[in-house]
Structure formats: C-alpha cells, structure tokens
C-alpha cells in the first residue's frame, strides 16, 4: 500500500517549522503565513481574576484556538482561577495582539504574551560583555567551572584551601576549555556552617587576586553578601553568582548595578514547600529580575538559575530538570548547576565521587532544553559532552531538514 512515506515531523520552533516549508517548496509568503500554524503551545497563567479569565476564553476560541478555566468558573463559583491558553504560536500571537486593547490589566499580558512567544525561539548569537571580557551567547553552551576556596563544600572541600593548589586546578580547567571560572569560598551545601563576610573575603582575595592576573577568561565569585561581592568586583571579578537572586542582602542590587556586572540569579528558599512548584521558583526569579532591572541591569546582563539542590527534594529537581525548558520563557540566559548533587546521588545512589555519569546525563539534558551554560566540577568530561550535544541541537537548526 502507498503512503507516500508518510512520518512524523519534529517542530519546535519557527525556525525548524520555517525550513521544513522551505524543503518541500513552499511559497516564501505562505511559509511567513503558515509556519505558527505548525506549533501548539499551552500558555499557563495562574489566579487570574474571573472577568479577565472570561475575555481570555472568548478571545481564544474566536481565533481558532481554547482556553481551559476552573470547571466553577462558568457558575461564578471562583474568584480567580488559573488559565491554560491552547493554540497555535499563530493564535496566540493573535491573542496577544487582540487583548492590547482590551481593559482589566489584559494590555499588560497581550505584551507579556508577545514576549513569551518570542523566547521561545531559537536564542540568536550574541556578546555579553564581563566588564571588560566578552562571552558569545547562543553559539554553543557555556562550561563555568566550580573552584571552591572553602574547607567544606559537598564534593571538594579543603582540596582546594590552599592557594597553590587553588590555582592550579583554576589552569587545569583553563587547560581543559572552561569558559568562565567560579570561585566560592562559602560553602552552601545542606546544612553548611555560615562564615562572616570577613572571613569569606580572607579566603577569597588571595586566590581571586592572582587569577585575575593569570588567566583571560571571566572569574565570576559566588557570594550572596553585598561586601564581599563589593570587594570582589573592586579587585577585578567580572560577575556575581548569587545563590540567593539578590533577595538576602537587600545591598545586593545595587553593588552589582553599581559596577554593571553580570549577575547570576539562583531561585533558593527555606524549605520545600510550594503551592505550584514551577510557577513559585518562575515568581521568585521574576523579583530577582526586577531586582537587578531597578539597578540598570538588562537582558543578558541577567543570567537565571533555576536552583537545583537548593529548597527542593529529590522529586522536585527531577521536576524542575524535566521541565528546563520553561525557564527560557523569563527572556534571559539559563544557567543549569547540577554537578555531583545529592539529586543525582539518591536516584543513582552513588556518593559523591560517583556521579559523573549521573551529572553528564544533566548536562546534556540542558543542551537539549535551550540551557546558555552548566556549572560544573569536571570541565573535560562534560565540555566534552556538551559539544556532541551542541553539534546535534544546536546544527538541527541549519541541516536537520536537508533531505528530509
């Protein structure tokens, strides 16, 4: 029997929908015109209030596409109630822009929408600059390696206390293709002892001070205390790493804004309760967000951290892991940290010097989820990795139709 070869084709995004149309010989104006008819999106919005769910609903039925609501929402019954838009990138794009004349705040969601959509796609390349030194977003993805000053940390600590050996590891990742280093001189496992400021800075200033002099690539210092970080980027550091997204020290926004620095914003709480798992951790990133944005920082100058290890158990990480790419929706860089953590250990169970395997599998993953960089102890194994990941993500957007 003919079927003329009939099969599945996988569309991701406008880019990879445009280039199918392309292959089979469409028409350049119907491929502008048909290829958002090729993706289906669900759009989440949680305690919207009735009359803008019910605009939402109607909005979206009259442009092809649906909205699911609260099954109470049709007697009244609710106050607010969470919406999923499901439709087209098409319909949806039309919803944005039918709903930015509409009263109730849903001017403010039609932009909101728009941008969502957008990020969405494919990142495009682009330069950040490290107050001085330049990384290349969205060509492949970024290895940030982990060298901890501290006598504590979960996987390494005190193997790397002492200066000199600090700074050769720091050269052997130099040596292996790291893209950024990051030093922590705090550890921030589970129940990790807090240091003072002052002490953290004692630890850290020697070894920041001769990396700086020694190698050409952006030394980022993971502290979430303002006068640590205040010193670090008067010596010379090109970015933050906060593991607390600039929430706890209320003077964190404004020393990194203060000297323009790239900040890393990592969700964090205290404890591991939530109301909606992946919508709290997006809430808290968004204030982060606003945080460094009140300060002058933008766009890529604001790179999120979806906090694995940190306020979440096990099952909630594989959550979060399996859901990476959501995170691409806040419109910034993605940082994934995974490297040697508990989550692994307890699904594999493995200790500590274990779980390459189990953190290559995360890398890779984050390849495949849109990630711009992973955060890891073991830079050849998992540059490595990521470079066959990249090689097969990241060329699909130019040749993975060719033939097809």
């Known amino acids: 029997m003919q079927t003329y070869s009939m099969r599945w084709i996988t569309l991701d995004n406008l880019v990879e929908a445009k280039m199918a149309l392309k292959q089979i010989g469409s028409d350049p104006g119907g491929i502008a015109h048909m290829a958002g008819k090729a993706l289906g999106r669900g759009i989440k919005l949680e305690q919207v209030p009735l009359r803008v769910a019910h605009i939402l ?8 596409g649906d909205a699911a609501v609260h099954r109470d929402v049709i007697t009244n019954k609710v106050e607010t109630t969470d ?60 290895v940030m390696g982990i060298l901890n000053v501290t006598p504590d940390s979960f996987s390494d600590g005190g ?15 130099v040596k292996e293709g790291v893209d950024i280093l990051d030093i922590g001189a705090e550890s921030t496992r589970p129940t990790h002892e807090a240091v003072s400021a002052e002490e953290e800075w004692c630890r850290l200033e020697p070894v920041l ?12 210092v993971d502290t979430y205390k303002a ?47 939530y109301r909606h798992l992946m919508g709290d951790i997006l809430t808290f990133l968004r204030n982060s967000i606003e945080l460094a944005e009140a300060q002058g920082l933008s766009g890529d100058q604001i790179i999120v951290d979806p906090g694995i290890g940190f306020g979440k158990t096990t099952e909630q990480n594989l959550e979060v892991m399996a859901r990476l790419a959501e ?45 711009d960089i992973i955060r890891v102890h073991d830079v050849q194994a998992n540059s490595r990795a990521v470079q066959m990941a990249d090689a097969i993500v990241r060329g699909q957007r130019g040749v993975h139709y060719v033939g097809a």
């Open 57 to 64: 609903k109607q909005e979206m039925l009259s442009v092809g």
């Open 83 to 142: 919406v999923m838009l499901l439709g087209t990138t098409r319909q949806l794009e039309h919803l944005a822009s039918k709903v930015l004349a509409q009263p109730f705040g849903l001017k403010t969601i039609g932009h909101a929408l728009k941008q969502l959509i957008s990020a969405l796609e494919p990142s495009k390349t682009r330069i950040l600059n490290c107050r001085g030194l330049e990384l290349k977003l969205g060509e492949r993805t970024l």
């Open 159 to 173: 193997r790397y206390f002492n200066i000199e050996d600090a700074i050769l590891q720091a050269e052997r990742m």
């Open 209 to 220: 001070k001769m990396l700086l002099e020694r190698v050409t690539i952006p030394v980022s």
């Open 227 to 273: 006068s640590v970080a205040a010193k670090a980027l008067e010596a010379g550091a090109h970015m933050i790493n906060d593991v607390w997204g600039l929430q706890k020290d209320p003077d964190m926004a404004r020393v990194v804004g203060d000297y323009q620095a790239p900040v890393i914003v990592m969700h964090n709480q205290q404890g591991t309760a």
């Open 327 to 371: 995170f691409r929706t806040l419109g910034h860089p993605v940082l994934l940290g995974t490297s040697r953590k508990s989550m692994i250990g307890k699904t594999l169970n493995q200790t500590v010097d274990e779980r390459l395997e189990g953190t290559l599998a995360t890398s890779v993953l984050g390849v495949v989820s849109g990630v």
